[in-house]
């Protein structure tokens, strides 16, 4: 899904997995994410600032790689 957000182009989700991949604006980078919870997901798309929630809750919070 793309977002309105400076430093994220896009951001998905897989339920079964728990995972969360998020490509970068600029860089074109995409990582996946390992255990994110459903509700923080939620809670990233509804943020008033996508790129600053996702630094502050996710971004070095969980495992993460590079696809």
Known sequence: M???STAL???????????LTATFRGSG???????VPQELYDRLLFADSI???FNR???DCFRFREV
Not at 9 to 19: F, H, Q, T
């Open 2 to 4: 793309f977002v309105q």
């Open 29 to 35: 980078r995409t990582y996946v994410y390992d255990g």
């Open 9 to 19: 182009e896009s951001v998905s989700y897989d339920e079964a997995r728990r995972a």
């Open 51 to 53: 790129g600053a929630f």
């Open 57 to 59: 809750y996710i971004r």
